[in-house]
Each structure stands twice: as C-alpha cells, then as structure tokens.
C-alpha cells in the first residue's frame, strides 16, 4: 500500500534557525512527488514538483530534494512569515487522486 | 497560471437543507477535478475525483447520494451536500488538474456549518 510519512509532526523554529522536514514514501514508481503549503484556514498552495532521484529545486527561502525513498524540504534562514502547516503528496497507483501526508506544522517565532 | 477559486468561501446552513458549493478552474481546463474534506488539525482527506462529463468516483465511505458531484464543464465542478447535519461541518477543499498531470491546484476552500 502506497504510503506518504512526513516528519516531524511539529517543528517549532526560531528567526533564521536553519532546518528540514521530511517526507518519507513508499510507492511503487514514482510519478512525481509534491510539495505544498497549506496557511489555517486556506487551500494548500502548490511549492514543488519533483520527479527524480537527485533533483532539487528552490523558491526563496525553500529548497526541495528528492531520493529514492524521501524527500527533504529545507528552510534556510526561515521568517515568521514562513509558518504554515507543509504537506508532501505522491499520486496514488490509481488514477491521478494524490496521497497526502500528515503534515508538518511549522511555527517560526521571532 | 493555474488559478481554482471557489464559492461561497463560508456558508452557514440549517440542519436538513442543501448546499452547493461552486469550484472554478479560472486560467486553464481542468480536465480532473477533486474534492476533499478537512478537519481541524488534520490532513485532507479524498471524498471523490470527477472527470468532465463523467460520473464521480467517490472514496470508499463518502455517500454518493449524499454529497452530489457534477463537473459539467472543463472549468467548473459543484458539490451540493443534500440534507446537511451538524456532523457535515467542515472544510471543504477542491482542486483540478490538467490533462495528463498529476499536480494539483487548490482552491481556496469553503468552511460549511450546519446549525
């Protein structure tokens, strides 16, 4: 069964503290794994796609890598503006439906 | 590009009635479009993927009779939740992708509450 883990559930930071969420998967053959941004009470906002071992991609103070079992959203330098709840998805094996994960709910204090 | 929007964003109904929520692909054609339903704290979690002028898959445990899909256009998708109850209240989230992709954009979401 297809399954999406992130980690931790919570992630509490200080302005400019430096760190990483993970979100680990289990799927047989990746089609895409995604990153999204979710604020309470708002739809989630799409960040990334990637679609193979070694890629990475930046936005700001984001960067997304991928190997073959995670994915690893590092924020460098994070801003209070920056806490939101971060959500990784993979497509399901069955038609284009996405499986999420739990989320990691990131709080940046000043 | 890649704009959802939906309407209304907050609606307040009455035990027993009906409402209809409204999700629109504003910049491109959605060919799939999905819905989802959200509780505090917790993840999204699939009701039904519907694809334009299709019949709705629901997920297993989502009352087809009970929230009605209808995606009559490459741009717009309704729920309609017949007889909402108090257990209905939630947030409720849809997205739409384009032909041959996998990701998904969002709409803004609609918090219903049945009094």
């Known amino acids: 069964e297809d399954q999406v883990t992130q980690s931790p559930e919570a992630l509490r930071l200080q302005e400019g503290e430096s760190s990483s969420l993970n979100c680990s998967y289990t799927v047989s053959g990746l089609r895409g794994l995604f990153w999204y941004r979710q604020d309470p009470g708002k739809g989630p906002e799409f960040l990334f796609t990637l679609y193979s071992a070694g890629e990475e991609k930046e936005k700001e103070r984001l960067k997304a890598t991928l190997t073959k079992k995670e994915s690893f959203l590092h924020i460098t330098a994070p801003k209070p503006e920056d806490s939101a709840t971060y959500l990784c998805a993979v497509p399901s094996n069955s038609g284009y439906a996405l499986n999420f994960g739990k989320g990691t709910s990131l709080l940046v204090t000043p | 590009g890649a704009v959802v929007s939906q309407h209304p964003s907050r609606v307040i109904c009455k035990s027993g009635t009906s409402v209809k929520i409204e999700c629109r692909s504003l910049?491109?054609?959605?060919?799939?479009m999905f819905w989802y339903r959200q509780f505090p704290k917790q993840s999204l979690m699939l009701m039904a993927t519907?694809?334009?002028?299709?019949?709705?898959?629901?997920e297993q445990g989502v009352e087809k009779d009970k929230f009605l899909i209808n995606h009559a256009s490459l741009t717009l998708s309704t729920l309609t939740v017949t007889s909402a109850h108090p257990e209905d209240s939630s947030f409720y989230i849809c997205s739409a992708s384009r032909s041959g992709e996998f990701g998904q954009y969002f709409g803004p979401g609609t918090r219903l509450t049945v009094t």
């Open positions: 519907s694809n334009e002028g299709s019949k709705a898959t629901y």
């Open positions: 910049d491109f054609q959605a060919t799939t």
